[in-house]
C-alpha cells in the first residue's frame, strides 16, 4: 500500500512551486472530478505536486532551517517559529515525551484562511505536524480544528490515507474545536483536548511546559505547519525569495472586498495594500468614494483610515507603528456609505459576548464598553458615552488571563480614532451612512456553547 | 530594577471579594466592578508584612507575592457558579 502511493507521486524531488501559490495548489475546476493522481488534495497529488515529505537528519535540522528562514507563526502573533521548537524540545529531553498540535480552530469569524488551507492542502499540514514532532522530539499529535462536516470528513480521509500508506511516524488525533472566538488561544485548547472547557488559563506555567496531558506542548497553526513542510523540502533559501528581509516569505490573507466579496488567498509579506484591495485603495475615486476605513488584524485589529491604509504594506513593520498588525491575514474594506461605528458596536458585543467569563474586568468591563459602543452608534448619544468608553478601555487593558480585553481594546480605540467625524455627527443626531446593512461577519444568534 | 518582591494577581481566579484591598490599601484598590487594581512597583519593605497577610487571606487564592516566575504557584480553580460558566464544560 505504502509503495503504491509513494509511487504514484513520481520521481522525488518536486521542482519547489516559483512564485505563488505556495501553499494551496490552483485548482482548476476539471480537478474536481478527477481520479486521486490528479486531484492536488489527495495525498497522491500531494506528493506529486510537492514531493516526498523528507525527514531533517537530526531533529535539531528542522529548527536551524527554521531560523534560517525567518518563519514567524502565521496564527497572528508571528512568534519566531523556531523559538517555540527548541523550547518544546528543551522540554521534552528531559520529559521524554511531548505534545505536538495543529491548530485550525480559527475562531475569528472574518478570517477563512485556515479553513481554506486544511481544505485544499490537508496533506502540507499534516507534513508539518509531523516534522514539528520529530522536531521537539514528540509523543503525541493532534489536529485540532474547526467544527464542520464536510471538513471533519475530509481531514479524517486524509489522516487514513496517510496511516495507509505509512507515512506518519508520530499518531495524529483529530480533534474538533468548539465554535467560540477563543478557541485557538493555546491554553483554551490544551484545556478542551484535556477533556476541559476551553477557556483560556492564567499561563502559569506555558504550555511549552504543561500543556495537553500536562505534556510539554507545541502548538502552532495549521498554516505555520504548512509553511514548515515546504521549509523542510526547499530550504530557508527558497523560502527567503518572497517576502521581506525582516519579514521573509508568505501568508495566507482572508480579504473582504467592498463589493462584499471575500476570498483567501496568498501573499508575500510586504505586499501593498493597493495590491490586496487594488478596486478599494487604488481604484477610480478610491479610496475616499470608495471605503470608509479598513479594518486590519481581525477582530482585535485595528480600523485604519482609507489614506493611511493605501499607504501601507501586509507586513508588521509597515503597520505597526499606524497601531495595527498583520495578524492572522485579516483584511476588510468598509464600503463608503456604511457606518463605521454600526459596524464597532456589532462586533464590539460579540466579542463581549465570546469573553470567556473568567476575569473580572473582562466579563465587567467588555459588556459595558459593548453598551456604551451600542449607544454611540445611535442618534444622540449621552455626552458620557464616549468618556465611559475610554475609562473603561483603560481599566481592562492587560487585566486578562488571556489578550482578549486587550485585542478588544485595540479595536475599539481604533475606531474612536478612524471614525470620528461619524462620531460628531452622531452627536449631532445624524449618521453619514446610506446603508445600514450589516457587512462584517458575526456569527447570528448568541454564541454557541453546546458541548461536544 | 529592585529585588523588593511584586505583587500579582491571577485574573481566572479572582472574584472580586476585595480582602486585599482592605488589607492593603496602600498599594491595592477596587475598579469599579471590585477587582483590585495593584500599584506600579515593588513591595517596600515596611508593607512586606500587610502583603503577605493580604496574599494568605486571599479566598480564591488569586493574589500572589511574585518569586521568579517559574515558582509562581498555579491556581485553576474555577470560581464562578455553573451559570456563569459560558462555555461548554465535558459531558458527565
Known amino acids: 500500500m505504502s509503495v503504491d502511493y509513494l509511487a504514484a507521486a513520481g520521481p522525488p524531488p518536486a521542482a519547489p512551486p516559483a512564485g505563488l501559490p505556495r501553499l494551496i495548489p490552483a485548482c482548476a475546476p476539471a480537478d474536481a472530478g478527477a481520479d486521486h493522481r490528479s486531484d492536488k488534495q489527495s495525498l497522491a497529488g500531494h506528493l506529486a505536486r510537492l514531493g516526498p515529505l523528507r525527514y531533517p537528519a537530526r531533529p535539531g535540522g528542522l529548527i536551524a532551517e527554521a531560523e534560517a528562514a525567518g518563519l514567524t507563526g502565521r496564527g497572528g502573533a508571528a512568534f519566531p517559529v523556531h523559538r517555540k521548537l527548541a523550547a518544546v524540545a528543551g522540554q521534552a529531553r528531559e520529559r521524554r515525551r511531548a505534545v505536538v498540535v495543529a491548530n485550525g480552530a480559527e475562531g475569528e469569524p472574518a478570517s477563512g484562511k485556515d479553513a481554506a488551507l486544511l481544505w485544499g492542502a490537508p496533506h502540507l499540514v499534516l507534513d508539518g505536524l509531523q516534522l514539528a514532532a520529530q522536531a521537539t522530539g514528540a509523543t503525541e499529535a493532534f489536529l485540532y480544528a474547526r467544527r464542520g462536516e464536510e471538513l471533519s470528513r475530509r481531514l479524517l480521509g486524509a489522516l487514513r490515507q496517510r496511516a495507509a500508506a505509512g507515512l506518519d511516524r508520530v499518531e495524529v488525533e483529530f480533534v474538533q474545536a468548539p465554535d467560540a472566538f477563543l478557541a485557538g488561544e493555546e491554553t483554551a485548547l490544551a484545556s478542551w483536548i484535556n477533556g476541559g472547557p476551553a477557556r483560556p488559563a492564567f499561563k502559569q506555567p506555558p504550555v511549552y511546559e504543561r500543556g495537553v496531558a500536562g505534556l510539554p506542548t507545541l502548538v502552532q497553526n495549521v498554516e505555520t505547519l504548512a509553511q514548515l513542510a515546504l521549509i523542510a523540502r526547499f530550504g530557508a533559501g527558497w523560502f527567503r525569495a518572497l517576502g521581506t528581509a525582516a519579514e521573509p516569505g508568505t501568508m495566507l490573507a482572508t480579504i473582504h472586498r467592498a463589493d462584499g466579496g471575500s476570498y483567501v488567498t496568498e501573499a508575500s509579506l510586504g505586499t501593498p495594500l493597493t495590491a490586496l484591495l487594488p478596486a478599494e485603495l487604488a481604484g477610480p475615486g478610491a479610496p475616499a468614494d470608495t471605503v470608509r476605513a479598513v479594518l486590519v488584524g481581525g477582530y482585535h485589529g485595528a480600523w485604519l483610515a482609507p489614506e493611511q491604509a493605501a499607504g501601507l504594506s501586509l507586513s508588521n513593520a509597515s503597520l505597526r507603528p499606524a497601531g495595527a498588525f498583520a495578524g492572522a491575514g485579516v483584511l476588510a474594506a468598509l464600503p463608503a456609505g456604511r457606518c463605521g461605528l454600526a459596524e464597532t458596536a456589532r462586533v464590539g458585543r460579540y466579542l463581549a459576548l465570546e469573553s470567556a467569563g473568567q476575569c473580572g474586568p473582562c466579563f465587567n468591563g467588555l459588556p459595558h464598553i459593548a453598551g456604551a459602543l451600542g449607544e454611540l452608534a445611535g442618534p444622540r448619544p449621552r455626552r458620557q458615552a464616549l468618556a465611559d468608553v475610554q475609562r473603561w478601555a483603560g481599566l481592562v487593558t492587560g487585566r486578562g488571563a488571556c489578550h482578549h480585553p486587550d485585542g478588544f481594546v485595540r479595536f475599539v480605540r481604533s475606531a474612536l480614532t478612524v471614525f470620528r467625524a461619524e462620531l460628531d455627527a452622531h452627536a449631532r443626531g445624524r449618521c453619514t451612512a446610506t446603508d445600514h446593512t450589516p457587512f462584517l461577519p458575526v456569527p447570528a444568534g448568541p454564541p454557541a456553547r453546546e458541548p461536544r | ?92
Do not use: F
Open chain 2, 1 to 92: 530594577m529592585t529585588d523588593s518582591p511584586r505583587l500579582r494577581v491571577n485574573p481566572a481566579a479572582c472574584s472580586g471579594h476585595g480582602n486585599c484591598a482592605e488589607l492593603l490599601p496602600e498599594l491595592i484598590t477596587l475598579d469599579e466592578w471590585g477587582y483590585p487594581l495593584l500599584a506600579e512597583g515593588g513591595v517596600p519593605a515596611g508593607l512586606s508584612r500587610q502583603a503577605r497577610r493580604a496574599v494568605r487571606d486571599c479566598p480564591a487564592l488569586a493574589l500572589m507575592l511574585s518569586a521568579p516566575v517559574h515558582s509562581v504557584p498555579v491556581h485553576s480553580v474555577p470560581v464562578h457558579s455553573e451559570e456563569t460558566q459560558k462555555l461548554p464544560r465535558r459531558p458527565a
